[in-house]
C-alpha cells in the first residue's frame, strides 16, 4: 500500500508540472470559469425585469379609459410606450419587435361602467417570450383586476353598504398567498443556479479529457502509466487528484458568486453542497475518463464529451419541468449526474429541505462516478498500446 | 486578355481549387463533420424531443381540508378540473403536507379553514391559505394561476348567488360582479408552448456555434499542421486572400442550406413548430445570417493554433451566447452595455429576426434592421477573415523559407 501512495504521489507530481507547464490549463481551470461565472453575475445582477414596452389602443379617450392605462403604466413590469389609432399599428410595432402586449379599450368604456352594464377590456399578448409573457399577463391582470374591484366597491357602496360589507360581497373567497422560497420571483435565483453549475461542468468535462487525451495525442501515455509504476488506478488518481482539487476550489469560487453577488439566499444546509459539489465534479471526471478510454481520441472525446454535457442543462428540468416531458424523455434526465446535482442545489438552497432528502441525489451521483471506473482496464489497453496514440 | 480578366480568371481559378481542397477536408475529416453536419440535426432533434410535450400539466397538489362540508369540497372540485393542477393528496395537518412537499410528491398546497363555509353563508369573507413553490418558475406559475382563477370563478358564483338572492337581474349581478370583463390572448403561441418559445432561439445560437467551433477546428488543424498554404496557388507572388474566404464560405454555405432546410422545413413541421414566415422573407433572412455567421468563424478560426482548441474554449459560449440574445432571459433584465456587446454577434440579431419572421409572420421590410445589422457585421468580420488568413499564410511561409534555407544550410 505506501507504494500505491507513493505510485500516486509521483503522477500527482508529474500532473502539476503538466498543468503549470501548459497554459491551457490554466485557461481552462482558471480563467475562463471566472470569466463565465462573473458573465452571470454581471447578467443577473439586474434582478427583476422591468418596464416592457406595451401598445394601447384607446377607443374611448375618457377618465376612466385613461384611469386603467395609468394603472396598469404602474405596474412594473408593463411600460405603455405607444399610443396607437388601430389594430394594424398595433400588429406592425409587434412584429418590428417594439412592444411585446397590446392592450384595447372599446368605445363606450366608461359609459357601460357608469351605466352599471358589462364592458370588457382586451389584452394581446406575444408568446413567443413566455417568461415575459407571463410577467406582463400577471401584472397587467392584477391592474385590471384592482381597477374593476375599485368600480364594484364604490357601486356596492352606493347601495348603502359598508366598506367592510362591500368587501365581503365583491370577494367571498379571500385568499392569503404564500410564494415560498422566492418570495419576489426573482429571473436571477431560478436561472443562476442552473448555469453557474452548467458551466463548471462544461470546465470539468473538457479539462479532464484535454489531460488524458494529450497523453494519447503526444504519445506519452505509456511514460504516465510507468510514472504509476504501472499500477492504471495510481496512475488515474494521481491525474485527477491534482485537476479535483482545483476544480472544487474554483466550485467554492461558484457559490460565493451565488450567494454573495448574485445574492440567492442559502436556505438549507452549506455541507450538504459542498459534499454535493465534490461529488458532482468527481461524477464528471469519471464520466470524461470513460469517455477518452472508450473513444482514445482527444478531439472526439472533446466532442462527445461537450456534446453530453451541453445536453445536460435541456433535461435537468430547471426551467422546463421533467414532469411535463414526455416518458422516455424523463428517463434520459437520468443520465446525467447534474440533474441530481441541480435538484440537490434548489433544496439546500432556495427549499431548505433538511438534509436527509438530499442523500438519494449524493446515491445517484455516487453511482456515476463508481461505474465508468468499470472501464479502467480498457484505459491501461489504450495508454499502453502504441496503436491507440497520437489519433487526430 | 485584357489584364482584368485575366486577373478575374485566375480568381475564379483559385476560388475553385479552393473549393475543391474544403470539401477534401471536411468529407475527410470525421470531427469535422460531426460538428459541421451532425451536430445541428442532433441537437435540433435531442432539444425538440424534450421541448415536445410543450406544457406543463397536471401538477400535484395537495389542500388540507379542515371545513370538510360540501363547499370545501366544491373548491377542491374546482382545483382539480383545470387543466394545470390536481389535488394528489389531501394531508390532514400542515405538518404533513410539509413533508409531502419535501419529498417533491407536491408542489402547492392550499389550507381551507375551518370556518370556511360558515364565513361564505354568513355573509362574511372566507378566508384560505396558498401556498405556492417559486424555486421552479413554470411550476409556481401554472399552480399558482391555476388556483387564483379558481378561487376567483368560486368567489365570483358566491357574489353573483348573493346578489340575485337580494333581488338584482341577471343582468345587472353580473354587471356587479364584474364590470370589466378582462380577457388576455397569447398571440402566436397560443398554449404558451415552451418548445415554440425556445427552440426558434435554440436553433439560431446552434448554427453559429457548430460554424464557429467547425470551422475553428478545420482552422486549427491547418495551423497545426502547416495546411494553409495550399490554399494560396502555386508561384502566385501577390497573394489573394478574397477567393479563399469567398471560397470557403460558400463551402459551408452549402453544407448549411442542406442541414437548415431539413430542420427548418422538416422537423418544424414534425414538431408543429409555428411556421408563419414568408418562404422568400426566411431564405433572405438566413442568408443574411449565414454569412455573418460564416464571416466570424473564418474570422475566428485564424486564431486557434490546435486542432482541439476551438472546441476547448469556445463550447461554454453556447449559453452566454443565447443569454445575450435575449430570450431565455429578457432583455429588459440585461444590463445595457453588455448587451449592446451582445449586438456584435450574429447570433442576438439572428435570434431576434428569426424569431418575428418564422413565428410572427414579419416581413422583409419589418426585420430590415436587423438584415443591415447582419450584412454589417458579414462585411467586418469577413474583412477580418481575410486579414488573418493573410497574416496566417505569410508566417507560414516565412517559416517554410527559415526551415528550407536551414535544410539547406545542413546540407552544404
Not at chain 2, 486549427?220 to 499542421?225: A, D, I, L, N, V
Request: proline content about 4%; aromatic content about 12%.
Amino acid at each position: 500500500m505506501p507504494g500505491f501512495f507513493h505510485n500516486v504521489y509521483a503522477v500527482a507530481r508529474r500532473e502539476t508540472r503538466r498543468l503549470i507547464h501548459q497554459p491551457m490549463y490554466l485557461v481552462l481551470m482558471v480563467v475562463l470559469p471566472v470569466v463565465s461565472f462573473s458573465f452571470f453575475a454581471i447578467l443577473f445582477g439586474q434582478g427583476a425585469i422591468r418596464n416592457v414596452p406595451i401598445a394601447v389602443l384607446d377607443q374611448d379617450n375618457t377618465t376612466l379609459s385613461r384611469k386603467v392605462v395609468q394603472m396598469i403604466d404602474e405596474t412594473p413590469t408593463a411600460m405603455v410606450s405607444y399610443g396607437i389609432q388601430d389594430m394594424a399599428e398595433g400588429e406592425r410595432l409587434m412584429r418590428e419587435g417594439k412592444v411585446m402586449a397590446i392592450i384595447q379599450i372599446p368605445a363606450f368604456f366608461e359609459k357601460s361602467i357608469l351605466s352599471n352594464s358589462q364592458t370588457h377590456l382586451e389584452n394581446y399578448v406575444s408568446g413567443t417570450n413566455i417568461t415575459v409573457n407571463g410577467l406582463l399577463s400577471k401584472d397587467i391582470q392584477t391592474a385590471v383586476t384592482t381597477f374593476s374591484a375599485g368600480i364594484q366597491l364604490q357601486l356596492l357602496m352606493k347601495q348603502g353598504l359598508t366598506e367592510r360589507q362591500a368587501m365581503a360581497q365583491l370577494m367571498p373567497v379571500r385568499f392569503d398567498k404564500h410564494v415560498l422560497f422566492n418570495p419576489h420571483i426573482n429571473y436571477g435565483y431560478y436561472l443562476a443556479p442552473s448555469f453557474l453549475p452548467m458551466m463548471l461542468m462544461i470546465f470539468v468535462v473538457m479539462v479532464t479529457t484535454f489531460s488524458l487525451g494529450t497523453e494519447l495525442k503526444l504519445s506519452t501515455s505509456r511514460e504516465w502509466i510507468e510514472t504509476a509504476g504501472d499500477s492504471v488506478w495510481a496512475a488515474l488518481i494521481g491525474k485527477l487528484l491534482p485537476i479535483t482539487v482545483v476544480m472544487f476550489l474554483i466550485g467554492l469560487v461558484m457559490l460565493i458568486v451565488n450567494f454573495k453577488i448574485v445574492g440567492t439566499p442559502l436556505n438549507g444546509s452549506l455541507a450538504m453542497i459542498l459534499v454535493g459539489t465534490l461529488f458532482f465534479i468527481l461524477s464528471y471526471q469519471s464520466i470524461s475518463v470513460l469517455i477518452v478510454s472508450l473513444l482514445a481520441n482527444l478531439r472526439l472525446s472533446l466532442s462527445i464529451g461537450g456534446g453530453y454535457s451541453v445536453l445536460a442543462f435541456t433535461f435537468s428540468g430547471l426551467t422546463f419541468p421533467i414532469m411535463a416531458m414526455w416518458e422516455p424523455m424523463q428517463w434520459v434526465s437520468w443520465f446525467f449526474p447534474f440533474t441530481f446535482y441541480t435538484d440537490l442545489f434548489v433544496d439546500q438552497m432556495l427549499r431548505g429541505t433538511p438534509w436527509v432528502y438530499s442523500l438519494p441525489d449524493l446515491g445517484y451521483m455516487a453511482l456515476f462516478i463508481v461505474l465508468p471506473m468499470l472501464c479502467l482496464p480498457r484505459l491501461k489497453r489504450v495508454a499502453t498500446e502504441e496503436k491507440f496514440w497520437g489519433r487526430l | 486578355m485584357s489584364r482584368f480578366s485575366k486577373q478575374i480568371a485566375s480568381y475564379w481559378q483559385q476560388t475553385g481549387a479552393v473549393i475543391r481542397n474544403e470539401f477534401h477536408t471536411i468529407f475527410t475529416d470525421k470531427g469535422v463533420i460531426l460538428i459541421l453536419v451532425f451536430a445541428l440535426l442532433i441537437y435540433a432533434t435531442a432539444y425538440s424531443l424534450a421541448y415536445g410535450s410543450q406544457v406543463l400539466r397536471n401538477v400535484p397538489i395537495g389542500v388540507v381540508d379542515e371545513c370538510r362540508t360540501p363547499t370545501s369540497r366544491a373548491l377542491i372540485d374546482a382545483f382539480n378540473s383545470g387543466p394545470n393542477t390536481y389535488v394528489a393528496y389531501t394531508p390532514t395537518s400542515m405538518e404533513e403536507a410539509k413533508e409531502l412537499f419535501h419529498a417533491r410528491k407536491i408542489y402547492g398546497v392550499v389550507y381551507i379553514p375551518s370556518d370556511y363555509e360558515r364565513n361564505l353563508y354568513g355573509g362574511e369573507q372566507a378566508n384560505v391559505a396558498i401556498y405556492c413553490d417559486a424555486s421552479y418558475f413554470l411550476m409556481y406559475r401554472q399552480v399558482f394561476q391555476e388556483l387564483v382563477t379558481s378561487i376567483g370563478q368560486t368567489g365570483a358564483m358566491v357574489e353573483f348567488q348573493r346578489l340575485v338572492a337580494k333581488g338584482a337581474n341577471i343582468p345587472q349581478a353580473r354587471a356587479t360582479t364584474q364590470p370589466v370583463i378582462y380577457q388576455s390572448h397569447n398571440l402566436f403561441n397560443p398554449y404558451l408552448g415552451y418548445g415554440t418559445f425556445v427552440m426558434p432561439a435554440i436553433i439560431m445560437v446552434i448554427i453559429q456555434q457548430t460554424m464557429l467551433i467547425g470551422i475553428g477546428m478545420i482552422g486549427g488543424t491547418w495551423r497545426e499542421f502547416g495546411l494553409y498554404h495550399k490554399l494560396c496557388p502555386a508561384g502566385r507572388r501577390r497573394m489573394s486572400t478574397l477567393p479563399i474566404v469567398v471560397g470557403r464560405a460558400l463551402v459551408y454555405a452549402l453544407i448549411y442550406a442542406v442541414t437548415c432546410t431539413l430542420v427548418l422545413g422538416l422537423l418544424y413541421r414534425l414538431f408543429h413548430f409555428p411556421m408563419n414566415g414568408d418562404p422568400w422573407t426566411v431564405g433572405i433572412f438566413m442568408v443574411a445570417y449565414m454569412s455573418a455567421c460564416i464571416a466570424m468563424g473564418i474570422a475566428v478560426s485564424t486564431l486557434f493554433r490546435y486542432r482541439e482548441n476551438s472546441l476547448l474554449l469556445l463550447l461554454w459560449t453556447s449559453i452566454p451566447m443565447l443569454m445575450v440574445s435575449g430570450v431565455s432571459f429578457p432583455r429588459e433584465g440585461i444590463p445595457e452595455w453588455l448587451y449592446n456587446l451582445g449586438q456584435l454577434l450574429p447570433s442576438s440579431h439572428g435570434v431576434d429576426g428569426f424569431i418575428r419572421v418564422q413565428t410572427m409572420g414579419a416581413s422583409t421590410a419589418e426585420v430590415f434592421g436587423e438584415i443591415k445589422w447582419l450584412i454589417i457585421l458579414t462585411i467586418v468580420y469577413g474583412g477580418l477573415a481575410c486579414i488573418g488568413i493573410h497574416q496566417v499564410i505569410r508566417r507560414e511561409l516565412k517559416q517554410r523559407e527559415a526551415a528550407c534555407a536551414a535544410e539547406k544550410g545542413r546540407s552544404e
